[in-house]
């Protein structure tokens, strides 16, 4: 075993050596607002390593790290060097990550060639041969959504319980999805 079965795990795209470097040196990996998925408090992010690894290192996931927060900044606040980048003010979810724990072995693509995001278990992960056994089915599926609802949900309650006189953006509501939440008629009132 290689992290508890229970964790949540996001799999989620490793695009160049260069982004591997920054997570192994720096411990942050970027997801970019605009294509993040719904729910990114999760416990692990597991690596999918893109074509650009080259022949022996490609299509595949090798690496996990645990998660350890996340804040939402700029392109330009991650990378100061490039200023004149086209997407250099556009919003990006920082992600804090522990050091990178090699998998004794890597999961294959197989036939899997693109991948964006991925939800998954810790009991998918430490068991999967290839990416096909990472995707949850059956009865886990119901545990698998609500246990991302739930995090959901207490992301937002966090938010609000410590910013009480902020009122909840309902894009972020609709972005998120039905998670069944109980939205007041004065913050209702607000986003007009």
């Not at 050596?17 to 416990?43: C, H, N, Q, S």
């Not at 998120?176 to 007041?184: F, V």
Request: charge should be negative; charged fraction near 25%; proline fraction near 6%.
């Amino acid at each position: 075993m290689i992290i508890p079965d229970t964790s949540l795990v996001l799999v989620g795209v490793l695009p160049t050596p260069r982004d591997f470097e920054i997570a192994r040196l720096l411990g942050w990996y970027r997801i970019p607002l605009r294509t993040a998925p719904k729910v990114i408090d999760v416990d692990y992010l597991a690596f999918y390593q893109t074509a650009a690894f080259g022949e022996s290192e490609r299509w595949q996931v090798h690496y996990i790290a645990e998660v350890h927060g996340h804040e939402l900044v700029s392109r330009l606040d991650l990378f100061r060097d490039e200023p004149d980048h086209p997407r250099a003010h556009e919003e990006y979810f920082k992600i804090q990550i522990g050091p990178l724990i090699c998998l004794p072995t890597p999961i294959l693509a197989d036939q899997w060639r693109r991948l964006t995001f991925l939800y998954s278990t810790g009991a998918y992960l430490n068991n999967a041969r290839n990416l096909n056994e990472l995707v949850v089915e059956s009865e886990d599926r119901e545990v698998l959504w609500r246990s991302l609802r739930e995090r959901a949900v207490q992301a937002g309650q966090y938010r609000t319980n410590d910013l009480p006189d902020i009122p909840i953006d309902q894009v972020l509501i609709e972005w998120l999805g039905g998670l069944d939440l109980k939205i007041s008629e004065e913050s209702k009132e607000d986003w007009n």
